[in-house]
């Protein structure tokens, strides 16, 4: 698993991938949090990163899309699948390789907007006046939110030899699972049960996470999501053998 | 036993890829699978290399099942894919240690300098493996399947789309290691059965139709020989009917073309005609039944029961 890891970090390294997905999000992110006057946080005048929170899911969307389009759709259209799978190394491994690779480089893109968390810090009034807390849920409800899209990045990549489908399957599926159940519950055929069917998109656990309270149901509910695709996957991958 | 092959039949939909197939390769033979394009040749190297399963029967490679010790199975072969698949955004060396990773070879460094070496990819190893030509490419595709030093080879189609000198040095390659290793090696071009292998398999549609060596599937097919020989003279052509054992004859002048039952012993009865019709003989060929006319004869679905 960590020879297949290294290998796919090593080629989003050389094929520029890692560093236009860094750049991109970044700037993105750094626009939209510092210098845009409609949502800087310097105009807003609270000395908090929502702002960042709630763009980054949607910026995810496609740039998580984009590093897992190529992870299985590549190696089945170029045929090198066939040198891989005949190699003493079991199909889990060969997954959960690409999927940690494909992880890595999201949270070492994340990384860098703790500069941002620093920023509003010292700006607050009194100095290091921030909800912590709040700061931290959301940053672990954000490394869940690209896994679970990862995840689906991999599915999607495993279903398709073209990279293409791959991308904009991924990138419906990221976008359904975090906001499209939101939009369902206000039809009307869905109002009033007891269970909202919110619970069920990624972006209702998000949204808990990101106020600061780290609860288990929504933790079991990434996780689940996670499995939930990572099996799908390797259901797809020796689909190859049926 | 290297290989093991028992009733292995393959499906796809309702089309038999392989239809219950046996063979065994003993340890240290270099064999060759022969056949028209879709007999099977690759669907049977990719059911012993674990890429696709059987739909029935057994095989086995150094006495392990293929299904049930999958793992170890791949762990002791060395597999090169038809049309080499390749990552082209590695480098030479890059990609030899990430194969030898997965193999856990030890020594790793000096492995990899040495399947280099034997490739000889010495000039190119430090190049993008999209840049190189095919036939570096092909030498790559080699050096992977040898990097952990496994005792059965498996290579599909090692030459196609080579250059002749390419072919020739691959072919001595594969030569060199078959001396050490068990090969298995298909291919359309029967030449290259005859240059290297030792017993050539010949499937058709599914099945074996030949299980020889290389040897006797020559021989086994002669009923007849064909000689060329050229006169210093011109002879009467009726003269040359007339020897024992002829079956025709064709040409004038000096030039002939005969056939003649085989052990006929067609080529002393000429030197003694030469002798008493006081010409002499220029040159004197009998020529080899190639194996493509027995490949020919055994794969045309006239011939195919």
Known sequence: MITILKKEFRSFLSLLIAYVVMIVFLLITGLVAWVFSDTSILEGGYANMDIMFNTAPWIFIFLVSAITMRSFSEEKKVGTLETITT???????????????????????????????????????????????????????????????????????????????????????????????????????????????????????????????????????????????????????????? | MSILVQNLSKLYGNQKAIDSINFEIEKGQVVGFLGPNGAGKSTTMKILTCFIPQT????????????????????QLGY????????????????????????????????????????????????????????????????QALIHDPSV????????????????????????????????????????????????????????????????????????????????????RALLEKLPGIQSVSGQGIEFTLTAEINSKIQEALFSLAVKENNNILSMNQRQTSLEEVFKTLTTDDNHS
């Open chain 1, 87 to 242: 190699k003493p190394i079991s199909d889990m491994s060969i997954i959960l390789g690409k999927y940690f690779a494909c992880l890595l480089l999201v949270l070492i893109t994340l990384l860098p907007t703790l500069i941002y968390y620093y920023s509003v810090s010292q700006l607050a009034n009194p100095i290091g006046n921030v909800d912590t807390g709040a700061v931290i849920g959301s940053y672990i409800g954000l490394v869940f939110l690209a896994a679970i899209y990862v995840a689906i990045g991999i599915f999607s990549s495993s279903l398709t030899d073209n990279q293409i489908v791959a991308f904009i399957l991924s990138m419906f599926l990221c976008f359904f699972f975090y906001s499209a159940f939101d939009m369902l519950k206000n039809i009307d055929l869905l109002k009033g049960s007891q269970f909202g069917i919110d619970w069920f998109g990624i972006g209702y656990h998000y949204s808990n996470i990101s106020f600061g309270r780290v609860d288990t149901r929504d933790i079991v509910y990434f996780i689940s999501m996670i499995c939930l695709f990572i099996f799908s996957t390797k259901a797809v991958f020796s689909s190859r053998k049926w």
């Open chain 2, 80 to 143: 090169l894919p038809e049309h080499n698949p390749l990552y082209l955004d590695m480098y030479v060396k890059e990609y030899l240690s990430f194969i030898a990773d997965v193999f856990k070879v030890k020594q790793k460094k000096k492995r990899i300098a040495e399947c280099i070496e034997i490739t000889g990819l010495t000039l190119e190893h430090r190049k993008k493996i999209g840049q190189l030509s095919k036939g570096y490419r092909q030498r790559v595709g080699l050096a």
């Open chain 2, 56 to 75: 029935s029967g057994k095989a086995f490679v150094n006495g392990l099942d293929i299904e049930e010790n999958s793992i170890e199975v791949r762990r």
């Open chain 2, 153 to 236: 080879l498996i290579l599909d189609e090692p030459t196609s789309g080579l250059d002749p000198n390419q072919v020739v040095e691959i072919r001595q390659l594969i030569k060199n290691l078959g001396k050490e290793k068990t090969v298995l090696l298909s291919t359309h071009q029967l030449t290259e059965v005859e240059a290297i292998c030792d017993r050539a398999i010949i499937i058709n549609h599914g099945g074996i139709v030949a299980d020889k060596p290389t040897l006797e599937l020559k021989s086994g097919l002669d009923k007849q020989t064909t000689i060329d020989v050229v006169f210093g003279n011109s002879i009467s």
